[in-house]
């Protein structure tokens, strides 16, 4: 072959090669480069490998666009950056689905296509409606005297373990010499908040260590892949090469939480005409439709109910921890808070539920905290339903679409100031709660099932524990902002914390 030849050859070989790192469907938002069978992942990887979605920033600047492409491998994704976008991503049902075609999703479920949190379609709807339903009759998002008062309780239980210490061995592995470890201390309650509404019954403190269990299983999996979601979806084959990007480990953890969840599960079958929570209306309907063609049955219970309590056990802690970090780093917020709780409240109780329209500033910095630590960086995956427009782009069915909820929070031009932790803007002039535009909880019909749930827990777990204590790091332990963990939510490391009692 000639030497020109060759030339031509070479050149052919770099378009192409060029075309396939560049190419994506006619008017689509431009795309960050990729290759073969990673796409656009090693990009992400390259830029920052443990927090991998921090690249994305980069991209939408260089590319001048605030939504843009990024293949996770063979999966075309559409980014939405900004405000706006996201707003509409979360607003309209053209952005409703899920993309259940992802392999880790069906491992995690027997695998079927089971579940609430990675489901659609009509599937989805008829369970997602007969559960909230059911939930809301024990507390889930509604106002419930019974449910509230086993929460105090609770809070309650967590304030004498803080004041008194540890009451034997087990205990002594998270409370010593007037210090707490964190966020261990706080699962008993994230975990018996969600088993009262979905069990009707509530783990007594000697029984503590099997909720620490549970809610160590959630966060292993939070834990395990990283936060773009990029490996769980790219990479099926992971999962014949060991633990590679924590494809197993996501798959194992789960299935501990299924397992701790099924035994209690198939006790609660020999009980009648019980109707304490969840469980029991719902085992009743899987009784009822035994004889016809249903989406009821033994696993799609298991997987509803992880669906429900992970995020519980997992990421209302985690946003405490990280509230209570931020807190501690700006003291005068501290005192802000003190003060609008004593002036309010007092000394002589609890900070109740009825106390939080009473309390803005405490309020707002819950609020600050979520959005200066974004606990869901890319927030949930969503795909489209049909082919749809987003941003003047075309946007075909099936598309993979993520909302970058951490660059909406650290926009200075949407902001002003990003980077500083103040919670005074989320409060109006007149020093009342204003509009919340961070998404946490997300919007529309796939808007986070708990959202009131977990802000009202959120809420009497942090004031109350700014009520009666003063924080301060130890020594040694993690004390940086920065101490945390990648995963499919950012989660604080494990620290201790001096926790000393207001006088």
Known sequence: MSPFLIVILLCIIAYKFYDFLTCVPPNSPPCIPRLPIVGSYWHLLWHDYKYPYNAVQYYVNKLQSKVVTCYFGSFMAIIANDYKNIREVLSREDFDGRPTEIDVFQARSFGKKLGIFFNEGSFWQEQRRFTLRHMRDFGFGRRHEKYETDMMEEVSILIKMLKEGPINDKEKTFLKNGSALFPDILYPYAANSIWDIVFGEIFDRSEHDKLRYFCESAMSFQRAADTTGGAIVSLWYLKYFGNMFGYQDIVKSNYRMVDFIKERVENRKYLDNEDRGLIDRYLKQIQEKSNVKSTFS?????????????????????????????????????KNIQEEIDRVVGSGRLVTWEDRTSLPYTEATIREALRFETITPFGVFHKTLNDTTLSGFDIPKNTLIVTNLTALN???????????????????????????????FGLGHR?????????????????????????????????????????????????????????
């Open 410 to 440: 650290t926009d200075p031009e949407f902001w002003g100031d990003p980077e500083n932790f103040r919670p005074e803007r989320f409060l109006k002039e007149d020093g009342q709660l204003g509009k919340d535009f961070t998404f946490v």
């Open 447 to 503: 808007v986070c099932a708990g959202e009131t749930f977990a802000r009202y827990n959120m809420f009497g777990v942090f004031a109350a524990l700014m009520q009666n204590f003063n924080f301060s790091f130890v020594k040694g332990e993690p004390t940086s902002l920065q101490d945390k963990l990648p995963g499919l939510i950012t989660t604080p490391k494990e620290t201790w914390i001096k926790v000393e009692q207001r006088t």
């Open 298 to 334: 033994d696993e799609q219970l298991l997987i509803t109910l992880v669906d429900f309590m992970f995020p519980a056990l997992s990421a209302m802690p985690s946003a405490l921890v990280h509230a209570m970090k931020l807190v501690m780093h700006n003291p005068e917020v501290l």
